[in-house]
């Protein structure tokens, strides 16, 4: 009895383990990132962006190959990169970013030259209404190229309303 009762167990464990395996929650690589992107993004001094750090480090070794080559990843890395240098760096250029994607998100929504120009528009007063208060900001190099980023696709989307999307200075 002893052989049977031992085959009965093995072939318990070979059935229910992949059942098991199937039941426990499958891990996102990406969703992991994004989680730890959410962590970084709320952070709001070095102390905090410090310890969040460990966790991303660890993520890009172990996934550096797979998961982190894919486009969404490196978009999520640079993310972390932006929040963990806006956590460190000076609050007044996370405010600047925040507003500058806020325009860019309107722009983009824009589906007539009407409301691209409106957000031209909106968008230069709000600068020439800060200029003095965004005067003494601090930015890193990161936001720096963060902000010339989100430009490039403000630009891009009001020209897609504007003009059809050509160049400027192509007409």
Do not use: Y
Not at 11 to 38: F, Y
Not at 134 to 158: D, L, R
């Amino acid at each position: 009895m002893r052989p049977m009762r031992s085959f009965v167990v093995v072939a318990l464990t070979v059935l229910l383990a992949p059942a098991a395996a199937c039941s426990g929650k499958a891990t996102d690589p990406v969703g992991e990132l994004k989680g730890l992107k959410d962590k970084m993004c709320a952070c709001t001094d070095a102390a905090c962006a410090e310890k969040v750090d460990p966790a991303v480090t660890a993520w890009t070794t172990h996934h550096e190959k797979g998961a982190g080559a894919r486009d969404d990843a490196k978009a999520l890395l640079a993310g972390i990169a932006l929040c963990r240098d806006g956590a460190v760096g000076d609050p007044l250029a996370r405010e600047i970013l925040a507003k500058l994607t806020e325009f860019r998100d309107r722009a983009c929504a824009c589906t007539d030259a009407a409301c691209g120009e409106q957000v031209q528009l909106d968008q230069g007063k709000w600068l020439q209404d800060n200029q003095a208060r965004f005067a003494p900001v601090k930015s890193t190099k990161a936001q720096e190229e963060a902000a010339n980023a989100i430009g490039g696709e403000t630009e891009k989307c009001v020209r897609k309303v504007t003009d059809g999307g050509a160049a400027p200075g192509s007409r």
